[in-house]
């Protein structure tokens, strides 16, 4: 299909009617929503969910003998099952739920680095990670006396592979890296980074939150042993998320919190744990957000991620044609292989500034460090500008941003 009729796709042209925040205005224009990497609205469908289980079904999980916590339970679980097969896990004893991205990322760092690192192994990460899959590390080695190595990237926003690879040794015990830049919209080589990796022993966490939402996601095809996500960045509910984890590994590791639910039998002499997953799920989860979450998945489904990542990669070709014809616009970040995302600076006005002249006309854009202060510093910026897409964005959208732009360049003449 070529980029102009992906652009056309009558799923996706409909699909904007399905998020009500989309139809507002803001400062007295029509919303235009490009900041969808940081969150993204949630269609009907998830609202629906969320509500009607919370005017109908609510009632604590696995506890209950009543009605009410069974048909709690059921649409949780039936979650569960709907995320398993999103990602094709091979097992729902593989699917653990978290609060997003960050708590994944931090229960692998203490629950499998933790107990097995010690002074002189390595974790490795790159310089286009956002801190969420920087700290929880940094945490560890200093718990463990483990060293943190940091890949570099090029001028593209790209990993060095022959770079990366040369510190692939065998001192290194994890390699973290992301799917996909939320700074630059990066999309990185996971499945060669993580043939590498494993051909030498290493184990392979991705952090997916900004691949999920944009691509079709096989865990098994990737070949990865951890993938984590968040259901915020896939129109779900907020406080939700995944970490996917290989049978083997979960099976060996300590729980990372304690709790009920995640137990079999408790006595003050012995605690046995309960079997995988709930073995890492201790309390009352967020029961709402992850029936959203369930909601979200069947909608993602039902457009198609192969239509999803056309329809973007189109719609990202004619923003970036769009913003280099802007005057004074500088792209950062300009990577072979690039996702919805875009950073860019204007002229010598501060990205805050200029976010804040955006909004004024209706544009919501993201401005900053974007959680990826190291990025930022590998090309000598406070911070940037950044444009996100999701299915729901069209060429209007562009054209709008573009307008604004203008615009912010005639109060800052
Ligand atoms: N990793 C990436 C690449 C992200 O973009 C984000 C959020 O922006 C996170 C991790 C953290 O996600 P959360 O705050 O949902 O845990």
């Known amino acids: 299909m070529s980029p102009l009729a992906a652009l056309a796709t009558a799923d996706i042209a409909g699909c904007r009617d399905d998020f009500p925040a989309l139809h507002q205005t803001i400062n007295g224009q029509a919303l235009v929503f490009l900041d969808s990497a940081a969150s993204s609205q949630q269609p009907f469908a998830v609202i629906d969910a969320v509500s009607r289980y919370q005017r109908e079904d609510h009632a604590n999980v696995h506890r209950g003998v009543h009605t009410l916590s069974h048909r709690a339970t059921e649409l949780y679980e039936g979650a ?17 739920l ?10 692998v760092a203490q629950s499998y680095c933790r107990p097995s690192l010690q002074p002189g192994d390595q974790v490795l990460i790159t310089w286009l990670e956002h801190h969420s899959n920087i700290v929880p590390w940094q945490l560890v080695c200093e718990q463990t006396g483990a060293e943190l ?39 990185n080589p996971v499945v060669d980074i993580i043939a590498r990796a494993k ?5 392979v966490l991705v952090d997916g939150a900004q691949g999920v ?36 590994l979960l099976e060996n590791m300590p729980p990372y919190k304690g709790g009920g639910d995640m137990i079999l039998e408790v006595s003050f002499e012995k605690t046995v744990f309960n ?3 709930y073995k890492f799920e201790a309390g009352t989860p967020n029961i709402a957000g992850t029936i959203g979450l369930g909601a979200a998945v069947d909608y993602l489904q039902s457009v198609g991620m ?18 280099e014809s802007v005057e004074g616009l500088r792209l950062v970040g300009t990577a072979r292989k690039q996702a919805g995302v875009q950073s860019f ?7 805050h500034d200029l976010g804040t002249i955006l909004d004024h006309q209706g544009v919501a854009v993201r401005t900053g460090h974007h959680c990826a202060m190291p990025v930022m510093q590998r090309f000598g910026l406070p911070g940037t500008t950044r444009a996100s897409l999701a299915l729901y964005n069209n060429t209007n959208d562009i054209d709008r941003l573009i307008a604004a732009l203008d615009k912010a360049r005639e109060v800052f003449a």
Not at 86 to 93: D, E, G, H, L
Not at 150 to 179: C, S, Y
Not at 199 to 203: E, Q, V, W
């Open 275 to 277: 079997e995988l997953p």
């Open 199 to 203: 051909a030498l022993g290493i184990t």
């Open 345 to 351: 600076l204007l002229n010598d006005i501060h990205p």
């Open 80 to 96: 569960r099952d709907k995320l398993r097969d999103f990602i094709n896990a091979p097992s729902r004893r593989e699917v653990i």
């Open 213 to 248: 939402p944009h691509m079709n996601v096989d865990v098994q095809a990737l070949g990865c042993d951890f993938y984590a996500f968040s259901g915020h960045k896939m129109f779900g509910p907020t406080g939700t998320g995944v970490l996917w984890g290989r049978e083997e």
């Open 306 to 323: 192969q239509n999803i990542e056309e329809h973007e990669k189109a719609l990202h070709r004619y923003m970036v044609d769009q913003l």
């Open 98 to 107: 978290t609060s997003g991205t960050t708590e994944s990322i931090n229960l």
């Open 149 to 187: 190595l940091v890949a570099p990237i090029n001028d593209r926003g790209e990993i060095e592979l022959d770079e990366l690879q040369a510190l692939m040794t065998e001192r290194v015990k994890l390699l973290a890296v992301g799917h996909v830049s939320n700074a630059l919209g990066t999309v």
